[in-house]
């Protein structure tokens, strides 16, 4: 069974390939997304954020984002409802 991968892994570890059409790749990039993070989730490894930050790119091509439009659109949040660095939980009432 395939999988998504990075452009160059089948010229480093062989195997077959093809392309994807839209709604394959659409698809195959959520659940890279959701391989991703778990990833992340069971080892900690701050190397899992960057393929995260790899995949959310991709997804963000996909709906004509730059990565400075990403930024910006994070940014834009942040202004209006904060980040996470206050470390904040809330229960609401």
């Not at 899992?48 to 790119?57: F, I, S």
């Amino acid at each position: 069974m395939g999988k998504l991968v990075r452009d160059r892994i089948p010229d480093l570890f062989g195997g077959q390939t093809r392309l994807l059409n839209g709604e394959e790749y659409r698809a195959a990039l959520r659940a890279k997304l959701q391989e991703e993070v778990a990833e992340y989730l069971q080892s900690g490894e701050p190397e899992e954020l960057a393929d995260v930050l790899e995949v959310l790119r991709a997804l963000a091509l996909l709906h004509d984002l730059t990565p400075e439009d990403l930024e910006a659109l994070r940014r834009a949040k942040a202004d209006a409802r904060g980040g996470f660095a206050g470390q904040v939980w809330w229960t609401p009432t």
